[in-house]
């Protein structure tokens, strides 16, 4: 809680849509774990509210960590429009996931009926155009570096943005096979709570990791702040070696284990 007062107490004008927005999403995890034990349903497997909880959680994090980037951006006027279409593309994605649910329909590759197909590829529209506009806010910090910030940490949002942005769109890939899994249907056995394959090859691994080292490279950064640059290259490096890999072993349907 001390961090997120901080984060309220320091963060830019700017993004205070993006800090309210990742607040917003973490109480909603809370919320949908909090209906887990009385929904008896299942889709592919798993509890219908168990992907609402995912996206719920990943999107409070990756909007709380615009919120850390914002300062080292310029352009007021351009960090105000991405932070409220942000709200937007989010807040849709989530509200798109969560009603689905509720009607005991798959928010993705539902194909069954106009609405359902209509709402997946709303939600395709919506999150491309995001990630596009996340790209192109981003692109200054790869032409300058901000006077306030390390060169460690510089390359740590250079490739923690570059390869989540990469396996974002990769999303557009799976979208196009209609399903995660490689080489059986989705929804067969898979790991705890993230329901990833064991059998299969199962995409959605590469693109959670792609996703999310928009955290772990900077937090690679940070833990070790103080140390050459080097080491955060390297490190960057080979963690896009090591997701690529694990969308090769997906790709050639391998489950994993």
Same mark, same amino acid.
């Given at each position: 809680? #001390? ?12 993004? =205070? @849509?993006?800090?309210?927005?990742? &607040? $917003? ?7 949908? %774990? ?19 909880? #995912?996206?719920? %959680?990943?999107?409070? &994090? ?8 914002? @300062?080292?951006? =310029?352009?007021?006027?351009?960090? #105000? !429009?991405?932070? =409220? ?17 509720? =009607? ?15 709402? !997946? ?5 919506? &999150? ?18 901000? @006077? ?44 705890? $709570? ?13 693109? $959670? %990791? ?7 490279? @900077? ?7 103080? #140390?050459?640059? &080097? !080491? ?5 490096? %080979? ?19």
């Amino acid at each position: 809680m #001390k961090v997120l007062f901080n984060l309220l107490k320091n963060h830019e004008k700017a993004a =205070r @849509p993006l800090f309210y927005l990742g &607040i $917003f999403h973490l109480i909603l995890a809370i919320l949908f %774990l909090a209906i887990l034990p009385f929904e008896h349903r299942r889709l592919l497997g798993i509890n219908l509210w168990i992907k609402p909880l #995912k996206f719920a %959680l990943s999107i409070g &994090i990756y909007s709380l960590s615009w919120v850390l980037i914002f @300062p080292y951006l =310029r352009g007021e006027k351009i960090k #105000k !429009y991405f932070a =409220r279409f942000t709200v937007f593309a989010m807040g849709f994605e989530m509200l798109c996931i969560a009603s689905q649910a509720a =009607r005991g329909e798959l928010s993705h590759f539902n194909q069954s009926g106009t609405y359902n197909i209509i709402v !997946y590829a709303l939600m395709g529209i919506v &999150i491309t155009a995001q990630t596009i506009f996340s790209l192109w806010i981003s692109i200054q910090l790869y032409k300058n570096t901000p @006077p306030n910030m390390s060169l460690s940490m510089l390359w740590a949002l250079r490739f923690g943005i570059f390869i989540s942005i990469f396996f974002a769109l990769q999303g557009g890939f799976i979208g196009q096979r209609m399903a995660h899994t490689v080489g059986g249907a989705d929804g067969g056995p898979g790991i705890l $709570f993230f329901n990833w394959s064991t059998k299969h090859g199962d995409l959605r691994i590469a693109h $959670f %990791l792609g996703l999310h080292a928009l955290q772990i490279i @900077p937090a690679f950064a940070w833990i070790f702040k103080g #140390k050459r640059e &080097i !080491y955060v290259i390297t490190f960057g490096l %080979l963690y896009f070696l090591f997701v690529s890999f694990v969308f090769y072993h997906a790709l050639m349907g391998r489950g994993l284990y």
